[in-house]
Nanobody, 126 residues
Framework: VQLQASGGGLVQAGGSLRLSCAAS????????MGWFRQAPGKEREFVAA????????TYGVSVKGRFTISRDNAKNTVYLQMNSLKPEDTAVYYC????????????????????WGQGTQVTVSS
């Protein structure tokens, strides 16, 4: 099982990035998927999650209204569209899979997630 996150980079404040998380070795169909981030010296923070049916999403307070999570089960890929980026969004972003077993649930706690990607760096300059 491998989750490969990509799409990170350096962007100016106010800009946008789109992260992708491609799964290999298994199918994400049946798992809720989430994005988390961790900045240096800080704890891992919940960013967004989406149910495996795609009908339910939930966001962290600091990103709500600016970020959008989506998924394409046929492509075995999850996305995170990040708009209006701020310097405080600078972090390593990780995708993760949660075999929650319900098509309408997406959980926020990192302990619920079984599989994790390697992370992609996002740096927002002021």
């Amino acid at each position: 099982v491998q989750l490969q996150a990509s799409g990170g980079g350096l962007v100016q404040a106010g800009g946008s990035l789109r992260l992708s998380c491609a799964a290999s070795g298994y199918t994400i169909n049946g798992d809720a998927m989430g994005w988390f981030r961790q900045a240096p010296g800080k704890e891992r923070e919940f960013v967004a999650a989406i149910s495996w049916g795609g009908s339910y999403t939930t966001y962290g307070v600091s990103v709500k209204g600016r970020f959008t999570i989506s998924r394409d089960n046929a492509k075995n890929t999850v996305y995170l569209q990040m708009n209006s980026l701020k310097p405080e969004d600078t972090a390593v972003y990780y995708c993760a899979a949660d075999p929650v077993g319900s098509p309408i649930v997406a959980r926020r706690g990192p302990a619920e997630y079984d599989y994790w990607g390697q992370g992609t760096q996002v740096t927002v300059s002021s």
